[in-house]
């Protein structure tokens, strides 16, 4: 918390004023009279006097000084009549089976899919914010080109190509969020009513978003052995007008299964064959356990059918509201959707993640939080498989932070959520990762976090209780 300067004075001015001890039309002590008592500087004694008129304790009555404000007498009115607030149950409850809760701090929650505190390269971020704060002064508080920073865009651009994908400046947006991108991308593609496909299991937020657009959906399951199914992709093209895929090509969301090169490359020639476009979640790339950053589809694509987006709330912390999106071929309506939900990105938001980029502090920390992450996975499988009834099943993930969980025919599962809220544990049920209800019997578990022995110990004692 700030320790202003200025608080010297005004804290006991404020309190003499709130307990009555200063009445209302008391003349107060001149700024020079309080600069030789307190030693201070003139700018210091002004500054306090204008946060005690801010908050309504002072008045300045020009060429006289500052007087204890006359308090107006609140009218008493009727109480406003209550009326009842609709909500939609049911996403109340899905968005409360992945968000962290307040009043859940004793939970032992492997349900929120971002890094944990620990986790959070937070001296790196916070240094830099202040650093740009300083710098930047008053230009943050302005708008910024509707698009985008042009210099955090251009790093954008060049770390895309070092895994040879190619984005043109012209038709990148920068977003608040990812999820914004997503809305922006199949606005810009669809109209109400048009189907498109989508991979499942798929995260709760995409389908939302669907939802919200009032889209007809396609469900194009994903093998855990073999991954995305193409030929079930090629098959509803065939039968039906599909106007856009929605896929994470990387560590999808919840199964961690990432798409071959062999696969991007067959996925490219049909949306080209069905002139589908492809709309890519680029946000778990960077988290690969082994080997090189995997590519992404837009590496294959020279149509500008292929739209992808991404952000940094995996990788750098889930408060950092800024992400990106490469439109292709349909930069001009994504443009005039993205003006009309807010036309600029806050700046410092911009400006941070752009200084964060332009040095090594950014690889260095992803190094670190692979290899954290790698480690977690490992311990997460162990726990499970160790403490959990054998024939639990579960995906070996190749990067990202999530395990998908699958549990025996004979668990009822009703009875397992509800021995996790006895417990202290919290999962994401795969009941969410569809409209069909096809993944009752999964569920999504987040290792992105440090394993207290509190949260091992949770898991144990469920694992007993259910085996």
């Known amino acids: 918390m700030v320790d202003y300067k200025y608080k010297i004075f005004t804290d006991s001015l404020e309190k003499n004023i709130r307990e009555g001890v200063l009445k209302p039309g008391y003349k107060l002590p001149s700024v020079r009279v309080l600069k030789e008592q307190y030693q201070t500087s003139i700018s210091t004694i002004q500054k306090g006097y204008e946060y005690l008129m801010l908050i309504g304790l002072v008045e300045s009555v020009p060429k006289s000084g500052y007087f204890v404000a006359h308090q107006q007498q609140e009218p008493i009115e009727a109480p406003l009549k209550a009326y009842p607030v609709v909500r939609d149950a049911v996403f109340k409850q899905h968005l409360g089976l992945m968000s962290a809760q307040e009043e859940e701090r004793n939970v032992s929650a492997f349900n929120v899919a971002t890094p944990g505190d620990v986790f959070m390269p937070q001296q790196l971020i916070l240094r830099t914010m202040q650093q740009v704060i300083r710098e930047e002064g008053a230009s943050l508080l302005r708008y910024y080109p509707a698009s985008g920073s042009p210099v955090l865009k251009g790093r954008i651009i060049t770390r895309a190509t070092r895994h040879q994908t190619y984005i043109h400046e012209e038709a990148l947006l920068l977003t608040d969020g990812a999820l914004q991108a997503l809305y922006i991308a199949l606005a810009a593609v669809c109209e109400v009513g048009d189907v498109i496909a989508v991979e499942s299991p798929c995260v709760f937020s995409v389908l939302e978003v669907i939802r919200m657009l009032r889209l007809k959906v396609?469900?194009?399951?994903?093998?855990?052995?073999?991954?995305?199914?193409?030929?079930?992709?090629?098959?509803?093209?065939?039968?039906?007008?599909?106007?856009?895929?929605?896929?994470?090509?990387?560590?999808?969301?919840?199964?961690?299964?990432?798409?071959?090169?062999?696969?991007?490359?067959?996925?490219?020639?049909?949306?080209?064959?069905?002139?589908?476009?492809?709309i890519e979640n680029d946000m778990y790339s960077d988290l690969y356990f082994q080997g090189e950053r995997p590519s992404l589809i837009k590496r294959y694509d020279d149509s500008g059918l292929v739209l992808s987006y991404g952000s940094y709330a995996k990788t750098l912390a889930p408060g950092i509201r800024l992400g990106w999106l490469s439109a292709g071929k349909f930069m001009a309506r994504a443009e005039q959707i993205k003006f009309a939900l807010g036309s600029s990105v806050s700046p410092i938001y911009q400006e941070t993640v752009s200084r964060i980029l332009a040095g090594t502090a950014y690889d260095r920390h992803l190094r670190s939080f692979r290899l954290q992450l790698a480690k977690n996975a490992h311990f997460a499988m162990h726990l499970i498989a160790d403490n959990f009834p054998t024939e639990t099943t579960f995906v070996r993930p190749q990067g990202g932070y999530h395990l998908w969980v699958r549990m025996p025919d004979t668990t009822d599962m009703s009875a397992f959520y509800a021995l996790c809220d006895q417990i202290g544990v919290k999962f994401t049920p795969g009941s969410i990762f569809s409209f069909s209800g096809a993944y009752d019997r999964f569920f999504r578990m987040i290792f992105a976090d440090r394993f207290s022995k509190e949260k091992i110990e949770a898991i144990r004692l469920l694992g007993r209780a259910i085996r």
């Open 218 to 278: 396609v469900e194009v399951p994903i093998d855990l052995r073999t991954g995305f199914d193409i030929d079930f992709f090629k098959q509803a093209c065939d039968k039906n007008n599909i106007k856009a895929l929605v896929v994470t090509p990387n560590f999808n969301n919840p199964t961690g299964l990432s798409l071959s090169n062999e696969q991007k490359i067959a996925l490219i020639a049909l949306v080209h064959r069905y002139n589908v476009a492809l």
